[in-house]
């Protein structure tokens, strides 16, 4: 078994379509270091840098202001400061990645309902994980199929299981094939090609764009 050289690149920005619903106001409520309070409509939380809260992406805050992505367009909002737009709504089952300052391509997912973060690489075969973190999400991936593989450090071994579902934004696929490498590598969540052909990926510029096939 070879790993792919050839890895995609990570998410810095995460866009589930960036978009609310018509006529819903935006507005900044309360400033953090890395958070904001955010009200969308008649809804309210408070926001981390990264996460997504009723299409708004809150890409960055601090005492000064909060910047946003909504629809695609990148705003700077004071304090108290709001926009209101008619916006389609979001679009859940594609997505678009944007590149860390490496040019990876990282997004949040879940994999068997359980928060995880991926590594986009077309270049594995299969939705890919050490044994240390397949332990951490729960799954006994020593009843998979047993085999070994060459790393650099030593033969290890290698099992070859069936998750229960794995999801990225809304895109959400049931019994996907992974591979389990005993050890602590890789480091990331690699979602490979088990994952990928059931979506159509394209890139413009940097950003990729992940679409759920039909």
Do not use: C, W
């Not at 106001?25 to 997504?52: H, S």
């Not at 490496?102 to 359980?114: E, F, P, S």
């Not at 299981?161 to 005993?182: F, H, M, Q, Y």
């Amino acid at each position: 078994m070879k790993f792919s050289q050839s890895i995609l690149a990570a998410l810095l920005i995460l866009n589930i379509g960036f978009t609310v619903a018509a006529d819903a106001e935006v507005k900044v409520i309360a400033l953090f270091y890395d958070k904001a309070l955010l009200q969308v409509g008649d809804k309210q939380k408070i926001v981390k840098k990264g996460e997504t809260f009723e299409g708004v992406l809150l890409e960055s805050a601090s005492g000064r202001g909060a910047v946003v992505i909504i629809d695609g367009n990148r705003l700077k909002l004071g304090l108290n400061q709001s926009i209101a737009g008619n916006f389609k709504k979001p679009d859940r089952s594609s997505m678009k990645i944007y590149p860390d300052s490496l040019g990876m391509y990282y997004v949040k997912g879940a994999i068997n309902g359980q928060p995880t973060r991926f590594l986009v690489d077309t270049g594995a075969t299969f939705v890919t994980m050490s044994g240390r973190k397949a332990r951490s999400l729960k799954i006994d991936y020593r009843r998979g199929i047993r085999s070994t593989a060459q790393t650099a450090a030593a033969i290890v071994p290698v099992f070859q299981i069936k998750l229960e579902s794995v999801s990225i934004g809304g895109i959400r696929l049931p019994n996907v094939d992974a591979t389990v490498i005993a050890g602590d590598q890789p480091a990331e969540v690699l979602l490979g090609n088990s994952f990928l052909r059931h979506t159509r990926m394209q890139k413009a510029g940097s950003v990729l764009e992940i679409r759920q096939r039909f």
